[in-house]
């Protein structure tokens, strides 16, 4: 008799949803800040792509980001093992490494900071390291942005500069490339509550499909009966919000505290004044994020 196996496995339809893919690009003092959606920072990058001039360069075999952290557990006579609160982060960093094969004095000069382009000549370019580093010398920041199965993610670095050795590697039958390992500052001494460094994550901002509900007087004084024609997913659950207008919630937007879960069957009890009142019934996925959504008027027993 065969031994049947039962895989257990974490790959569920979201997993496919929520992957990063392709070595993505690096960006110089490139702000985020204007950007609320992947829909406007795809457009942004596609014109820093055309122009060039906020680019790191092409890579090669894509590149890594990494935050360091020396942690130091706190000991004393009668602890046997740990216990929360019981960490001290001594020192942290953050860095991101890359492979450059695009090799210019611009190049150069943003992976090394401390150096100088003398363009006098435009037939003869030189650069120049210095000994010491100046403040200008290190870059507002250093963003990475890779594709996701969504969006986009992004890592930004305040204040990078490249504090490892420089290496130019040219070899046979191959391009030569230029290594680079960008470590974040913070901008002085008083900033010590997080590592400067921040991973952003933006959605694509299309509304989320309509779902058709309805509203009947619930059993109760100021209860309502919900009716959908939304059956839920796996990892997927109902919330609602009521308010004068009906509420919108953007597709994948977070449904934060404001929202409430509603288990799809019983009635809602919204009061006896919400009657007249718009409610929005959303779907979200196991990350609280919605997928559907639908709103109707308030029909709710009031006496």
Request: glycine share 8%; net charge negative.
């Amino acid at each position: 008799m065969g031994i049947k196996s039962n895989v257990t496995s974490a790959i569920r339809t979201e997993t496919f949803k929520n992957l990063q893919l392709n070595a993505g690009l690096t960006l110089i003092n490139f702000s985020l800040d204007s950007y609320s959606s992947a829909d406007a920072l795809k457009a942004a990058v596609a014109a820093e792509i055309a122009s060039g001039e906020k680019l790191l360069g092409a890579t090669r075999d894509g590149g890594s980001f990494v935050i360091t952290r020396d942690i130091r557990q706190v000991t004393a006579d009668g602890i046997r093992s740990r216990f929360k609160g019981s960490e001290i982060v001594d020192s942290a960093d953050a860095y991101l490494s890359e492979t450059l094969i695009e090799i210019t004095p611009e190049h150069i000069k943003s992976v090394l900071g401390n150096a100088d382009i003398d363009s006098t000549d435009p037939n003869h370019v030189k650069v120049t390291v210095r000994v010491a580093i100046d403040e200008g010398d290190y870059l507002d920041n250093i963003v990475w942005i890779g594709d996701t199965s969504e969006g986009f993610v992004a890592i930004e670095l305040y204040n990078g500069l490249n504090t490892a050795d420089f290496t130019f590697t040219f070899t046979d039958k191959n391009e030569g490339t230029a290594t680079a390992e960008f470590h974040a500052h913070q901008d002085d001494v008083n900033d010590n509550e997080a590592i400067p460094a921040v991973l952003h994550f933006f959605y694509p901002t299309a509304s989320p499909e309509a779902m058709e509900i309805s509203s009947a007087a619930g059993t109760n004084v100021g209860g309502t009966k919900i009716t959908k024609t939304y059956t839920l997913k796996t990892g997927e659950h109902f919330v609602y919000k009521v308010g004068n207008t009906a509420p919108s919630i953007a597709y994948n937007a977070v449904a934060d505290y404001s929202w409430t879960e509603w288990d799809g069957s019983s009635d809602i009890d919204v009061g006896a004044a919400a009657n007249g009142k718009k409610i929005t019934i959303a779907v979200v996925n196991a990350y609280g994020r919605a997928q559907i959504s639908g709103n109707c008027t308030l029909v709710v027993k009031t006496a």
